[in-house]
Structure formats: structure tokens, C-alpha cells
């Protein structure tokens, strides 16, 4: 019997060379990534480890509170930085040259093909587009994967997700995504493969937002093959000897969903939930807007300035509606900045702050008011998520939210042809 890639990755870590739904595999952890938040956390206080299986294994990145916004999240950094220093962590990425994780995880080559990585963030599916196991794990397993190096899991089965065609120049990976999520729904515990001639369509950007977002379609893992885009991205990163995965001919698959990329249209997820709460942008177009916002692991990346840098340019945001923009990592802002992306977003109205999870999840830099209206390029949209319980979050591509920040309202970009 055939194995998906995930199973085949699975199985290596594990010591085996099958495996299959159902099973459960102790699993040695190639990459373990520790947040801030672990260090700063009320829910799951931070117990420091006696001792650590692979040091040259964890890296610990600032990112959900960072800079500090509160003497809670200093505090935090200041443990992880006396448990740096205690364990001889190298891979630490402090005030300054810090950056959302899973965008730190991407330009440190720290997600590799084949290989196993976990972190304690829920959008740590965002390493799938590397061909890697990437996902979340809680607080108390990360301790547990520190000190032993290993960690278990109950094998899924998968979905076979076939892209074919190419997007319009209109569309991003976030409408992938939003197609995906508003046609066929959820993929709870399930994983997430994608294949097919459309793939290699696909810039890394695109591919990395989509993989970030499969936690939204409760994917267990999300998944890429690896192809020349992957394997010449790592090389600039000295990255060379890795074990790629493809699935086996024969690999079984509990569905396969078809996704025809030529096909789409913008897409945007009306407030409360994604699941099928997807609709096209032009379905939309009467919804005024208080904040519109860029950033987050998922549409902070260089790409993001560029394509929301070639809006504005020349154009300014409308009155009364704001636009955050924020990088996912101090090198996405720097190359912005030098790129001259920086400049054209606040010549055009809006804020560019710095890197960090911040708006993203209601934390700081961006927090949205009672009875409030944003439409996000970010990763989620329930209830309460950016700020205010009555606030309202619609959720679409970077080229949408920039398009509608000029306009005050959702719109499709073309509109402002």
C-alpha cells in the first residue's frame, strides 16, 4: 500500500517504513520553535525545563508581543532570554531581529523538506509549503517535545487537493484558500496535500498563504510537494541536503478536491466564521469600512508591500478608514523599506508598524472599537478576534484590502482600473 507525503514523513520519524490511518506513532521532532507567548502565558504558566534533548533542534523567536506592550510580555522576554542563555540556544531571534515565527521559520531555511516540524502557534501549517509536517502544538507538549526531543501523534488520513489552471492577475493565494474553505469546508482531522499542474503556477508567496490558512479548514497537516521553487528558494539560504517526500501512485486519499485556479474570482469571508462563509468580493461591495489591515504570517510577506504598494501608488486611502500595515518579520521591512514600498504606503494614508503578530489577533497596533469594521488580510475573523466582541471582520487578499482601504468599502481592485 502507498503513502501520502505526510504518512511518509510520519513513518521516518517514527522509525518506520509504513504506516497508515489510525495508527499511533511516537515521532522524533526534526524542529521545535518556542514563542514568546510560551514564556508570558496565564493560561499555561512557563515551567522551565531541567533539561533538553536537542538544543540544536529549538529555536525561540519574539513575535506575538514584540516589541513588549506590556510589563507581562517584557517579563516573558526576559525569561526567554535567560533560557536562551542557560541552554545554549543559537537559533534565538530577539527584539530586533525578530519576526512573526513562520516567517522567521521560512527565511532562516528552518523548514525543510521531509522533515518534522512543530512549534507552539496554531499556524505552524504555514512550513507545508517547504514539503515539511509542520503544525501547532500546546504549550505543555512543547515542554514535553524540549525535554525528550519526541512527541506522538494519531495518523490522519488525508486529501488529495488538485490545483490546475492559473490565477488572474486579480486573485492571490488567499483566494485559493477562500475558495477552498467556502466549497468544500472542513477538513477536520484530516490533512491537507496539494498537487496538480497548477501548483507549480504558484509563486512560494501564494503557496505559504494558503498552507498558513489550512488551520482555518482545521487540516491536521498541510502540505506541498517540493519542486524547483522550493529547492532553489532553500539553496540561497545555504540550505542543499534535504529528503523531499511525493506521494506514492498508489497512495490512498479519503477525497480528492478539485480546485480549477482560472476559475476564481476575488473572494472574501463575511464576519464570524470561514467555513462556508466565503463569497465573491463583487457580492460584497456595499460594506463600509472603519480599518483595513495587512500583515499576520499569512499576508505579511514582502509580496504583500509590493502588490499593496502598486494600489496606492499615486492614491490615497479614503477619510475615516484607516490602513495598518505590518511585516512579518524586521528583514520583510527592511527589504520594504530599501524597495521604497514603505514610503508609497504612507505617502498613500497609511501606518506601516513594526513586525509583529500585533492586530492580527487583538493584541496591540491595531486593535479594532466597538461596533467597528475591518476587512483583514490576516488569518482569522470570529467573533471578537481583532478586538471589540461587536466589532465585524471580513477577511480577503492583500490586493483586496488595499483596493478597499481607497475606496472606503470592499471592492474588487479592477474597479480601480
Not at 500500500?1 to 517514527?14: D, F, H, P, S, V
Not at 517526500?245 to 485556479?261: G, K, N, S, T
Not at 488569518?379 to 481583532?386: A, E, I
Request: charged letters at 20%; glycine letters at 10%; a negative charge.
Amino acid at each position: 500500500m502507498g503513502l501520502t507525503m505526510t504518512e511518509k514523513i510520519l513513518a521516518r520519524t517514527a522509525g518506520r517504513e509504513c504506516t497508515s490511518p489510525g495508527e499511533i506513532l511516537v515521532c522524533t521532532v526534526d524542529r521545535a520553535v518556542v514563542l514568546d507567548m510560551q514564556f508570558s502565558s496565564t493560561a499555561v504558566p512557563w515551567r522551565q525545563p531541567l533539561k533538553m534533548a536537542h538544543p540544536d533542534r529549538l529555536a525561540v523567536i519574539l513575535d506575538h508581543g514584540a516589541p513588549a506592550p506590556s510589563t507581562r510580555d517584557a517579563d516573558g522576554h526576559h525569561m526567554a532570554r535567560e533560557f536562551c542563555d542557560r541552554f545554549g540556544i543559537e537559533d534565538f531571534f530577539d527584539i530586533g531581529n525578530h519576526g512573526i515565527c513562520h516567517q522567521v521559520i521560512a527565511e532562516r531555511g528552518l523548514a525543510r523538506p521531509g522533515e518534522l516540524l512543530l512549534c507552539s502557534d496554531s499556524h505552524t501549517c504555514a512550513g507545508g509549503a517547504f514539503n515539511t509536517a509542520a503544525r501547532g502544538v500546546g504549550g505543555l507538549e512543547m515542554i514535553q517535545i524540549i525535554c525528550t526531543g519526541t512527541t506522538w501523534f494519531v495518523v490522519a488520513s488525508s486529501i488529495r487537493v488538485e490545483l490546475t489552471g492559473t490565477l488572474s492577475e486579480a486573485c492571490e493565494g488567499k483566494d485559493v484558500f477562500l475558495a477552498l474553505a467556502g466549497r468544500h469546508g472542513s477538513a477536520g482531522n484530516r490533512n491537507l496535500e496539494f498537487v496538480g499542474s497548477g501548483v507549480s503556477t504558484l509563486s512560494l508567496h501564494d503557496r505559504r498563504t494558503i498552507a498558513t490558512q489550512c488551520a482555518e479548514v482545521n487540516a491536521e497537516f498541510s502540505i506541498f510537494a517540493a519542486d524547483p521553487v522550493i529547492n532553489d528558494y532553500l539553496a540561497e539560504r545555504g540550505v542543499t541536503e534535504t529528503t523531499p517526500v511525493e506521494a506514492d501512485p498508489d497512495a490512498i486519499y479519503d477525497e480528492i478536491w478539485p480546485l480549477e485556479l482560472d476559475s476564481f474570482e476575488p473572494q472574501v469571508a463575511t464576519p464570524g466564521r470561514i467555513l462556508g462563509n466565503v463569497s465573491p468580493v463583487s457580492e460584497q461591495r456595499s460594506v463600509e469600512l472603519d480599518q483595513c489591515f495587512i500583515g499576520s504570517c499569512a499576508n505579511g510577506h514582502l509580496e504583500d508591500f509590493e502588490i499593496a504598494a502598486s494600489i496606492l501608488d499615486g492614491r490615497t486611502t479614503a477619510p475615516g478608514t484607516r490602513l495598518i500595515v505590518t511585516p512579518s518579520s524586521q528583514q520583510v521591512y527592511l527589504d520594504a523599506v530599501r524597495a521604497g514600498y514603505v514610503t508609497t504606503i504612507m505617502e498613500a494614508g497609511g501606518v506601516v508598524t513594526s513586525s509583529t503578530c500585533g492586530a492580527c489577533f487583538g493584541y496591540h497596533m491595531g486593535v479594532l472599537g466597538n461596533g467597528e469594521v475591518c476587512l483583514t488580510a490576516s488569518t482569522r475573523n470570529f467573533k471578537g478576534r481583532m478586538g471589540s466582541p461587536s466589532s465585524e471582520v471580513y477577511m480577503a487578499s492583500a490586493r483586496t484590502v488595499a483596493a478597499s482601504a481607497v475606496a472606503g468599502r470592499i471592492i474588487d481592485s479592477r474597479e480601480l482600473d
